[in-house]
Antibody, heavy 118, light 110 residues
Framework: QVQLQGSGPGLVKPSETLSLTCTVS????????WSWIRQPPGKGLEWIGYISYSGSTSYNPSLKSRVTISVDTSKNQFSLKLSSVTAADTAVYYC????????????WGQGNLVTVSS | QSVLTQPPSVSAAPGQKVTISCSGS????????VSWYQQLPRTAPKLLIYENNKRPSGIPDRFSGSTSGTSATLGITGLQTGDEADYYCETWDNSLSAGVFGGGTKLTVL
């Protein structure tokens, strides 16, 4: 069965760029969409954006100016970059297979806590 | 403030039934499929219901989903202490061109 594993730094300085990678195992990244979703401590879920295996993307308008999602099919990975981060970007970041383009997320990765602090 | 509105909390006794509502608009629930997710403490969310009322393999039939107009409802029967979790509804919003989640509902099994 498909499993997702996120990886990346757990601490990022304010104004710098947050970078995370999600590795897909047990299946091919080719077909489906692939999303990033975040959850600030003690708060709800927020969809960040998705990418298709062919590279087409869709981003949450509230984050669009700062977000880039890319895919590397040769490595079965997709990545998130969020620029100019502030403390408000501190959250657990989840990667997930997106079976309907912004809907139907299954399965999810384990989540990566990223703290923005100097 | 979430585009989809859920009650912050619901509670019921073991063995009882509970429903969780999710209110939206014609730009989201009214014209797109709704998914529901269960987030147990300190774990990643898990898909519970998709396409309004379908259950993934392995999800017991105690969990059900329905929609009516611009609202969706998650039902849980035969409540167990292991059902204590946060529950989120989600769908696509055509006006925002974005996936949108409800604010989440904390279920307490008394």
């Amino acid at each position: 069965q498909v499993q997702l594993q996120g990886s990346g730094p757990g601490l990022v300085k304010p104004s710098e760029t947050l970078s995370l990678t999600c590795t897909v195992s047990g299946g091919s990244i080719i077909s489906y969409y692939w999303s990033w979703i975040r959850q600030p401590p003690g708060k709800g879920l927020e969809w960040i954006g998705y990418i298709s295996y062919s590279g087409s993307t869709s981003y949450n308008p509230s984050l669009k100016s700062r977000v880039t999602i890319s895919v590397d099919t040769s490595k079965n990975q997709f990545s998130l970059k969020l620029s100019s981060v502030t403390a408000a970007d501190t959250a657990v970041y989840y990667c997930a297979r997106d079976r309907d383009g912004g809907n139907l997320f299954d399965p999810w990765g384990q989540g990566n806590l990223v703290t923005v602090s100097s | 403030q979430s585009v989809l509105t859920q009650p912050p909390s619901v509670s019921a006794a073991p063995g009882q039934k509970v429903t969780i509502s999710c209110s939206g608009s014609s730009s989201n629930i009214g014209n797109n499929y709704v998914s529901w997710y269960q987030q147990l403490p300190r774990t990643a969310p898990k898909l519970l219901i998709y396409e309004n009322n379908k259950r993934p393999s392995g999800i017991p039939d105690r969990f059900s989903g329905s929609t009516s107009g611009t609202s969706a409802t998650l039902g849980i029967t035969g409540l167990q202490t292991g059902d204590e979790a946060d529950y989120y509804c989600e769908t696509w919003d055509n006006s925002l061109s974005a996936g949108v989640f409800g604010g989440g509902t904390k279920l307490t099994v008394l």
